[in-house]
């Protein structure tokens, strides 16, 4: 889940699966439905979305935000997964309590980084009926 608030949402996938976003309301956004979406613009949760996609190697989304609700991002399926790169802000004022001295990944936060921006991802082979081998957490949690 991307929490509400959050903005330069930037989510990669590097193989022949389908990134899928939902909003708050479990509407999908992109992918979803049984249906796969056309790169191009989305509206989601009162900003754009840009979607884009390779015939079969790669696809990825970005919205500037801010956003207006959670938004939920999901993976169809189809082939191994290779790993999810994903990467957003959090505004401090709206976020004051998960802002501190270390970022969620508990890595110092550079001088040059006060945001805590904390680009991370999901393990070639990471996710095992729903949870993440790594940090033991449910998959919706870290997506």
Request: proline share 9%.
């Amino acid at each position: 889940m991307i929490p509400a608030g959050a903005t330069h949402i930037r989510v990669t996938d590097n193989s022949r699966n389908y990134l899928a976003l939902q909003n708050g309301r479990s509407q999908f956004v992109i992918n979803g439905n049984w249906k796969i979406s056309v790169p191009g613009e989305y509206s989601v949760a009162g900003t754009k979305l840009l979607y884009k996609r390779s015939v079969d190697t790669w696809e990825s989304f970005e919205v500037p935000g801010p956003t207006m609700e959670d938004l939920h991002v999901m993976v169809l399926v189809t082939d191994r997964n290779p790993g999810i790169e994903y990467e957003y802000w959090l505004p401090p004022d709206r976020y004051a309590l998960f802002h501190g001295r270390r970022s969620q990944l508990h890595l110092p936060l550079s001088p040059q980084d006060p945001t805590g921006v904390r680009p991370t991802k999901c393990n070639p082979g990471c996710v095992f009926f729903f949870f993440c081998r790594h940090c033991h957490q449910p998959l919706a949690s870290i997506l």
